[in-house]
């Protein structure tokens, strides 16, 4: 008899050694978050690139690098309108949380462009981008102080800070991923959003562009991102795939 209850003593100890050393699938280290994806939507926009949320976060806004258009969309990736305004090489969007208004980015231009909420321009900025063969490619507000954050793709990749002058804050080379595609501003957290089509991840950084966590993401050719903080909700736009992916963040 004593020797079946250490018998069953020693079983139970090694299930539950087994059950806490269980790893999930889909996420190997349980201790850190992760990106799950929840959902993927087709988007009749041509090529889209760069992503935002509505200031009421109930849609999106992209911009096409074919149409060179603005549109706002879904969430589940529907054309809700288009706006007037033409933009030549746009890569980049964010709706200012402050006033509404929405900045893209001019790619080859290397101007950011500011809009109103039915398309028409109401101011052009041009930024300094030095060296490579690429250009700016995302935009993104700090509603807490009004400074835009821009990207550099790559050649290198540079994440630039202006102040709400429009002056320049910093000037600083990243080379983290092997190139920049879409950044998004956490406010509540103080974190940038960055991610990298050819790396196929999702990155988290400092202000300063350090990187805090890596997410690797089952996407093609990602362009854009915004974060529902809120909801812990990521959402990225594929160029060339015209896909709209829902992660959700879990912690």
């Not at 009749?44 to 690098?65: A, K």
Request: with cysteine; glycine share 6%; charged share 25%.
């Amino acid at each position: 008899m004593m020797k079946r209850k250490i018998y069953i003593h020693s079983l139970l100890i090694m299930i539950m050694i087994l059950f806490c050393s269980k790893k999930s699938p889909t996420n190997p280290e349980q201790d850190k978050p992760y990106l799950e994806k929840i959902a993927e939507y087709k988007l009749n926009v041509d090529e889209p690139s760069g992503l935002s949320l509505t200031i009421d976060g109930n849609s999106l806004w992209t911009v096409s690098d074919k149409t060179n258009k603005v549109y706002q969309i879904s969430l589940s990736g529907e054309i809700i309108r288009e706006l007037s305004y033409k933009g030549n090489d746009l890569e980049g969007v964010i709706q200012h949380p402050g006033d509404s208004t929405i900045w893209v980015v001019e790619e080859y231009e290397a101007d950011i462009v500011q809009l109103d909420i039915d398309g028409n321009e109401l101011k052009r900025v041009s930024i300094n981008v030095d060296g490579g063969n690429s250009s700016l490619e995302g935009i993104t507000i700090n509603p807490l102080n009004n400074h835009f954050y821009l990207l550099k793709e790559k050649d290198p990749g540079v994440l630039i800070e202006l102040d709400d002058k429009f002056e320049m804050v910093s000037y600083s080379r990243i080379g983290f991923a092997e190139d920049f595609s879409g950044i998004f501003f956490d406010a509540q957290n103080s974190f940038l959003w960055i991610i990298s089509d050819q790396d196929k991840s999702v990155f988290q950084c400092d202000s300063t562009g350090t990187v805090i966590q890596e997410f690797p993401v089952e996407a093609n050719k990602i362009e854009g991102i915004a974060v529902d903080v809120t909801n812990d909700l990521v959402y990225l736009v594929s160029d060339s795939y015209e896909r709209l992916y829902v992660y959700s963040i879990q912690k």
